[in-house]
């Protein structure tokens, strides 16, 4: 088992960084690699199918976002935008996949819900704009993944334990390691893309307005698929995080710890108590006790009709 990033290094030093973490799999757990890799291939078709629909839009659950991917798509596809197409289509990719969460459809989450368009948003731009063989992007799935559960080992990832640095920041680094995989970057390549990722969302807070992983969640994804490629970009061109990232993963678990209750997830401060988060959050609330209302209007009124029906 492979319990830090200096160990991965080791491990992985003149070797593929996918042929590594397949074969702790198959070690420790009893799983063939191809048989991982077959779920890998379906995760990734279930990413593209997220894109897709995602990028027709439509409202959300909370009614506070749905459209932004539609939105950019229809300014893209215009010759509207002024970025490159892989960041247009990195920020777009990661909307998609937000959206449809947001509407409750299926999505793959990387490494959680709330966190899942930063690495199909990074993966699938990066294969389409770069012609990446589809077989390299699900092997970079077995890099975000290998990086993700070691991470983990250290740290809880969500939100609610450390605020959104633990999500997005986790997904941020899983996705430029894997970034860096398909560029053709070694394994210690790929590590300090992590440790550059991450080390700068240290801090990032979890505060949902009015509860939902909607505001700022949806956004937040796209603008961070950006920042995971310019910390692998950093990396390929060998720039490194002076802090090691088993470091900065100790330093995300403190940071977390010592973020006040409000930050982590319970929609107590942040954006959800600005002025416009709590109306946001005040609307919600009485929607859903109308919703309770009605429902319990609608079984009395059943219950009283079978009363009639039986007296």
């Not at 250290?154 to 560029?183: D, H, L, P, R």
Request: proline share 3%.
């Amino acid at each position: 088992m492979i319990e830090s990033f200096k160990q991965l290094e080791e491990a992985g030093t003149n070797r593929d960084l996918a042929e590594v973490f397949l074969e702790v799999d198959e070690q420790e757990h009893g799983i063939p690699a191809e048989q991982i890799l077959a779920t890998l291939r379906k995760r990734r078709e279930v990413m593209r199918d997220c894109v897709s629909r995602g990028k027709s839009g439509g409202l959300s659950m909370g009614k506070l976002v749905g459209n932004e991917a539609k939105k950019l798509n229809e300014a893209f596809t215009a010759g509207k935008t002024f970025l490159d197409p892989l960041t247009i289509k990195a920020e777009l990719y990661a909307l998609a996949v937000m959206g449809e969460n947001s509407r409750m459809g299926v999505i793959v989450a990387a490494p959680t819900a709330g966190a899942g368009g930063v690495v199909p948003g990074m993966l699938l731009a990066l294969e389409e704009e770069r012609n990446v063989d589809p077989e390299k992007t699900v092997r970079a799935l077995v890099v975000a993944g290998g990086i993700g559960s070691i991470v983990a080992l250290s740290a809880n990832i969500s939100g609610a334990a450390g605020g959104c640095q633990n999500e997005v920041g986790v997904a941020t680094a899983m996705g430029a390691a894997a970034v860096a995989y398909m560029m053709g970057g070694t394994t210690h390549e790929c590590i300090h893309a992590s440790a550059l990722a991450l080390k700068n969302t240290l801090g990032l807070v979890c505060d949902p307005v009015g509860g939902l992983v909607e505001v700022p969640c949806v956004k937040r994804n796209a603008l961070f698929a950006v920042h995971g490629l310019t910390a692998a970009q950093l990396a390929l061109a060998g720039v490194e995080s002076v802090i090691p990232m088993d470091e900065v993963v100790e330093a995300m678990v403190r940071i977390g710890r010592a973020l006040p209750r409000g930050l982590r997830e319970t929609a107590e401060g942040g954006l959800a108590t600005t002025a416009t988060g709590c109306a946001i959050g005040t609307r919600l609330k009485d929607e859903a006790n109308q919703r309770r209302a009605e429902r319990a209007a609608e079984r009395e009124r059943v219950a009283q009709e079978r009363k009639t029906q039986a007296s």
